[in-house]
């Protein structure tokens, strides 16, 4: 089955309890997307069905589509939601390719990036915390890893993908390591590379000094900015007039891209001037939540 086709879930075999999903920002996006009574709402990045289980419980009758390319994912989210029955209609693929046949939401919610259960599985590959292979991949039915683009792509394409995907200011000097030590097998030593060849000061900063170039790695694997630029120019035309959609981001590339596309979108009204961040309490219960970003939009009338 092709990414985007719109043919029956396949099921892999997941560790269910991998996926257990706190919902960032829950009551920002309850109160911004003004659940009503049987709507019918997008979850664009189901992830472990977090926000999907809170619209459904947020009004009587309401319908969810909820999408993820991610077949673990998915699978852990028809556990979570198994109680509302053909009330979620699910669909295996990239957000950017779905198509919706005609059917128009009262509310969409994407909630964008690596989630954290992604992270925290070791052979996923997305965290050099634990020795795995170097993977990457979102949706495993795809080819290209991140091993293939450490050991492949050439010094010059990895320099420019840790800058631009990454911000990484000493992208050059460490493509230049990458290049000259390669092949990786696994993320630690990749890691391991990278902090060898930086100023002690960087090594012992804030972040690890592999934290930029695996962000940047994940998001060239996965085209992840490419596929949001897609979705946000494509979603807007998926609302009933008066729908809302919340967009939830981590990082400054992510956030950029959805304050300006929601903004330029002659279909949208923004209705948050800044985004909206987590409260106190959320921040303290749920650390990864300190990042996010939540901005919404109103599907005009005309």
Same mark, same amino acid.
């Given at each position: 089955?092709?990414?985007?086709?719109?043919?029956?879930?396949?099921?892999?075999?997941?560790?269910?309890?991998?996926?257990?999903?706190?919902? *960032?920002?829950?009551?920002?996006?309850?109160?911004?997307?003004?659940?009503?009574?049987?709507?019918?709402?997008?979850?664009?990045?189901?992830?472990?069905?977090?926000?999907?289980?809170?619209?459904?419980?947020?009004?009587?009758?309401?319908?969810?589509?909820?999408?993820?390319?991610?077949?673990?994912?998915?699978?852990?989210?028809?556990?979570?939601?198994?109680?509302?029955?053909?009330?979620?209609?699910?669909?295996?693929?990239?957000?950017?390719?779905?198509?919706?046949?005609?059917?128009?939401?009262?509310?969409?919610?994407?909630?964008?990036? *690596?989630?954290?259960?992604?992270?925290?599985?070791?052979?996923?590959?997305?965290?050099?915390?634990?020795?795995?292979?170097?993977?990457?991949?979102?949706?495993?039915?795809?080819?290209?890893?991140?091993?293939?683009?450490?050991?492949?792509?050439?010094?010059?394409?990895?320099?420019?993908?840790?800058?631009?995907?990454?911000?990484?200011?000493?992208?050059?000097?460490?493509?230049?390591?990458?290049?000259?030590?390669?092949?990786?097998?696994?993320?630690?030593?990749?890691?391991?590379?990278?902090?060898?060849?930086?100023?002690?000061?960087?090594?012992?900063?804030?972040?690890?000094?592999?934290?930029?170039?695996?962000?940047?790695?994940?998001?060239? *694997?996965?085209?992840?900015?490419?596929?949001?630029?897609?979705?946000?120019?494509?979603?807007?035309?998926?609302?009933?007039?008066?729908?809302?959609?919340?967009?939830?981001?981590?990082?400054?590339?992510?956030?950029?891209?959805?304050?300006?596309?929601?903004?330029?979108?002659?279909?949208?009204? *923004?209705?948050?001037?800044?985004?909206?961040?987590?409260?106190?309490?959320?921040?303290?219960?749920?650390?990864?939540?300190?990042?996010?970003?939540?901005?919404?939009?109103?599907?005009?009338?005309?």
């Amino acid at each position: 089955m092709e990414a985007g086709e719109q043919t029956p879930v396949e099921t892999e075999t997941p560790a269910l309890a991998d996926f257990a999903h706190v919902p *960032v920002l829950s009551r920002e996006v309850k109160e911004g997307l003004a659940i009503i009574p049987g709507g019918h709402y997008l979850d664009a990045t189901v992830g472990g069905g977090g926000h999907s289980r809170l619209i459904l419980e947020a009004a009587p009758d309401v319908r969810v589509t909820a999408i993820d390319r991610d077949g673990r994912a998915l699978d852990a989210a028809k556990a979570e939601l198994a109680e509302f029955g053909d009330r979620v209609r699910f669909w295996r693929g990239n957000f950017a390719e779905f198509e919706t046949d005609g059917i128009l939401f009262e509310g969409i919610v994407a909630d964008l990036g *690596v989630s954290s259960a992604q992270v925290d599985t070791p052979e996923r590959g997305f965290s050099f915390r634990h020795e795995a292979p170097l993977d990457m991949r979102m949706d495993c039915r795809q080819s290209l890893t991140a091993a293939e683009a450490v050991n492949q792509w050439d010094e010059r394409e990895l320099a420019e993908i840790f800058y631009t995907y990454g911000e990484e200011r000493l992208s050059r000097r460490i493509a230049r390591q990458i290049v000259g030590k390669r092949p990786f097998q696994t993320t630690t030593e990749l890691a391991e590379a990278i902090a060898r060849c930086v100023p002690a000061k960087y090594r012992h900063g804030r972040i690890h000094p592999a934290t930029r170039v695996f962000q940047a790695l994940r998001i060239a *694997v996965n085209q992840e900015l490419a596929s949001l630029e897609s979705f946000l120019s494509r979603s807007p035309g998926w609302l009933k007039p008066g729908g809302r959609m919340g967009v939830i981001s981590f990082h400054s590339l992510e956030d950029r891209l959805v304050k300006h596309r929601l903004r330029e979108n002659p279909q949208l009204r *923004v209705l948050t001037k800044k985004p909206v961040l987590p409260q106190a309490d959320e921040q303290a219960k749920n650390p990864r939540s300190r990042s996010a970003k939540l901005r919404l939009a109103e599907r005009l009338s005309s």
